[in-house]
């Protein structure tokens, strides 16, 4: 660790500190549970799981045991528009196909890896500007743009997830008027960090508001950036040119599908799941196709991006599976986060992603993406994916259930003081368990003897039998499904997967 400075405070930087217990292996009654697809909810035992998978493919997690106490203890965070509540230990916005509050499942806990620090200035003359940097050789190409949005300078704060190569960032923005002609009365500042995983960048989320703060009123003095990168810089690899991955399975083999994405335990003020559906309502449902079909959506918003990013999360938790084997053959639903026009090269070549941007010139750029949201508007230029942008009576009714839940939850946590379960959890179980009923019926159907789909397997599986067809037909393409669909005309049945 290096000295404490003079020259100006070293904060906290860790909103959440790591276990200190000593690691444990999982029995094979843990194996077994989650081989079953991870659907059981045991409410007694002492050690809560918490598993985050790390999205380095060459550095594996630690696995940790981590004691209910901890689990609960509330923290303060200081969000783009003021004041809030953060997450538990547990998250706000876990992914809870992998961790569950209360589940006695031996967690995978990564390690800190952070492997830049930096600071962004806007200068009048040049424009974006890489202002300071540790470790001092590290490509930084691009972050400049990445880390202070298009448009930011109408805003006083903010903070953008990003991509840049094989690693993710997160960095804080702030917008401080200042008496100086040489500055335009203002003076412009972003602070963040690089890391091979994006689920653990907010522990660093007040560090980062606190020091682009200090370097808005103190420029220059960087000693709290240098104490913490010694303290929490990572091995870079050899080249440091690895592919990302958003959810790798190395570290746990068989025993959890690739088709999950590790949680994010991002914060927001009011959970951003439930944020996110509440933002959206039925259309919700219109994004959930999409999310399981693999297309590549982006979704368009004027600064500031902080919660834009939490909706590409979101987006990815809507395809969450839990089976087994499901969907290895699919293009990786990759979170992009904050994307702009110098990511128009990598966007080409990605199959499947998610990403937000301020910029309205990606609308005109339709070769990039298949659907495109601007506020809550879903659209799409591809005449095939028209259908379904259509809600249909399943599609309400799986809103009307999401809903009802929702008010069954609301009501038992007032009444009864239930604090088991959060919204967050209802969530993002309800549409894994759609997603895993859809594909168990699909893989029972296609390795039966007649593997023929009806309307009453349609039906069984929550989906519409008319209104559902193209999505069913994508659906079993996409993922090479062997079933013969029959619907519209049992004398003239169409077979679809390989």
Known sequence: ???????????????????????????????????????????????????????????????????????HSPQKHSGPGGDASAADEEGDCAFHG???????????????????????????????????CLPQDVNLEGVEFKSMASGS????????YFRKGCYFGLACFANMPVESELERGARMKSVGILSPSYTLLYRYMHFLENQVRHQLQCPGQYSPLEAFYEDKKAVLPLGGNGLVTACPTSALGPMVNRCMHPEMKITHPAGCMSHFIRFFGEQIMVLWKFALLRKRILIFSPPPVGVVCYRVYCCCCLANVSIPGMGVSVPEFRPFFYINVADISALETEPSYVACTTEKIFEEKKELYDVYIDNQNVKTHRESLQPLLRLNSADREKYRKLCEQRQLLLYSQEVDGDCTSNEEELFILFFMEQNNRIFQTL?????????????????????????????LVDL??????????????PCCPAVWGN
């Open 1 to 71: 660790m290096v000295e404490q400075s003079d020259r100006a405070p070293l904060l906290d930087w860790e909103e959440v500190p790591p276990a200190e217990l000593a690691p444990t292996a999982p029995s094979p009654e843990t194996e077994d549970s989650v081989q079953s697809g991870l659907s059981s909810y045991p409410t007694e035992g002492g050690v809560r799981a918490d598993i985050s998978l790390n999205a380095s493919p060459a550095t594996p997690s630690s696995v940790t045991a981590v004691s209910d106490e901890s689990a």
């Open 98 to 132: 992998l961790s569950i509050r209360d589940r006695r499942i031996a967690g995978w806990e990564e390690k800190d890896q952070i492997v830049a620090v930096f600071v962004v200035t806007f200068d009048t003359r040049s424009g974006n500007m890489i202002e300071w």
């Open 153 to 160: 300078h109408r805003i006083s704060s903010d903070f953008i």
């Open 443 to 471: 893989s029972e159907v296609a390795g039966s003897a007649d593997p023929t789909l009806t309307a009453e397997h349609v039906r069984a599986m929550g989906l519409d039998p008319q209104g559902d067809r193209s999505f």
């Open 476 to 489: 079993l393409e996409i993922y090479g499904i062997d079933v013969m669909l029959v619907i519209d005309n």
